[in-house]
């Protein structure tokens, strides 16, 4: 990471956010003590109280209510798909970049064509089309046992397909978007014959067959069953700040790397993101909100509880993270994941990564 800035008072910002939301609507000030608040509705595949608290201070900035509904992306998908045309959705958020292009594809996303957000969001890290944009940044890497390993063994992905990881690799399915998303991006780096080579030796160095979610990758480590295990960095400080003993342990019994795709390339990076729904009908609402989620409150209440790392580079740094080891981020436009994706799940399959 380039930039480790202590949190500092964010209140300019957010009196910055106050200023640019309080007129959302062209009505007149004057009806106001008759109007109803504008509502905005927001579907979230996130579930964290933290997110509640960013709710709260952008309805608190602009006087509009947030009506949210969380429920897991594919569900929220298939209930737009179903809702069509009458879907009271104004935004949806989403983790992954891969999980985003699947609502723009289902034709459930609209463009936003806005400065202020091109300006602050890199141009990898947001749809080119303006379909979606990056709000906090989230990793895949490696989880690995240091009494095995160093992190200079396993600098890049294909160190993962070498003969001396048989049996040490532990990962989750391979219908699960993140591991579709960094598929995306190997397949765009080494094309479809160098990633399903890598897939193909991944699942011969397999410990056992793909099961359970990240943690349980880490802590399969711990537990001796493998020695690797590919996950999202964020589950790993979550085990590291969590208040049970046993996990800080697992923590404690692991180590963390950022691989490359080749020496230079930089390392695979998410988001979680946000798009204005199709159906949106305050446009100037569900564009400051997205602005908000920019403003070192929206940075903070993002990241804090989820460990993700803030997209601004002098965003507030969420506790723990700091046990992360330094990383150069990868410039792949994120749309490869999406465009990727179906390719990577065919590659996936032929592999046997079930
Ligand atoms: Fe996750």
Same mark, same amino acid.
């Given at each position: ?126 749809? !080119? ?6 709000? *906090? $940044?989230?990793?895949? +890497?490696?989880?690995? &046992?240091?009494? #095995?390993?160093? @992190? ?46 890598? !897939? ?6 397999? *410990? $056992?067959?793909?099961? +359970?979610?990240?943690? &349980?990758?880490? #802590?399969?480590? @711990? ?54 729904? *199709? ?76």
């Amino acid at each position: 990471m380039k930039t480790r800035m202590p949190l500092i008072a964010g209140l300019s910002l957010l009196v910055g956010a106050v200023a640019a939301c309080s007129n959302p609507t062209e009505t007149s000030e004057t009806d106001s003590a008759e109007a109803a608040p504008s509502v905005l509705t927001i579907y979230s595949s996130r579930h964290y109280d933290s997110d509640k608290a960013l709710y709260a201070q952008f309805e608190e900035a602009t006087g509009a209510k947030v009506d949210v509904r969380e429920a897991g992306a594919s569900q929220l998908l298939e209930t737009m798909k179903a809702e069509s045309d009458q879907s009271p959705a104004d935004i949806i958020i989403a983790a992954d970049a891969g999980s985003l292009w699947r609502f723009k594809d289902a034709g459930l996303t609209q463009a936003l064509d806005s400065d202020t957000l091109r300006n602050k969001v890199p141009a990898n890290y947001r749809a !080119a089309d303006g379909h979606w944009y990056g709000f *906090a $940044r989230r990793m895949r +890497g490696i989880a690995f &046992d240091p009494s #095995r390993w160093s @992190a200079e063994d396993l600098q890049t992905w294909d160190t993962l397909a070498a003969e001396d990881k048989a049996g040490e690799i532990c990962v989750r399915s391979s219908s699960n978007i993140y591991n579709l998303s960094l598929m995306g991006e190997l397949i765009h780096r080494l094309g479809t014959e160098g990633a399903q080579t890598w !897939a193909t030796a991944i699942v011969g160095n397999m *410990a $056992r067959n793909p099961q +359970g979610g990240d943690t &349980d990758q880490i #802590r399969a480590i @711990a537990a001796g069953e493998c020695s690797i295990a590919i996950v999202n960095h964020y589950y790993w400080i979550r085990l590291g700040a969590s208040e049970k003993e046993a996990d800080q342990e697992v923590a404690a019994q692991t180590s963390f790397v950022f691989p490359e795709f080749s020496e230079g390339s930089g390392s695979h990076v998410n988001i979680t993101g946000a798009a204005i729904s *199709a159906t949106a009908d305050d446009l100037e609402l569900a564009e400051s909100f997205l602005n908000f989620l920019l403003t070192e409150n929206g940075q903070t209440y993002l990241t804090t509880e989820t460990k993700e790392l803030p997209l601004l580079p002098d965003g507030p740094l969420p506790e723990g993270v700091d046990r992360l080891p330094v990383f150069v981020a990868s410039d792949t436009p994120m749309d490869v994941y999406g465009e990727n994706q179906a390719e990577a799940q065919r590659l996936f399959d032929l592999a046997g990564w079930n």
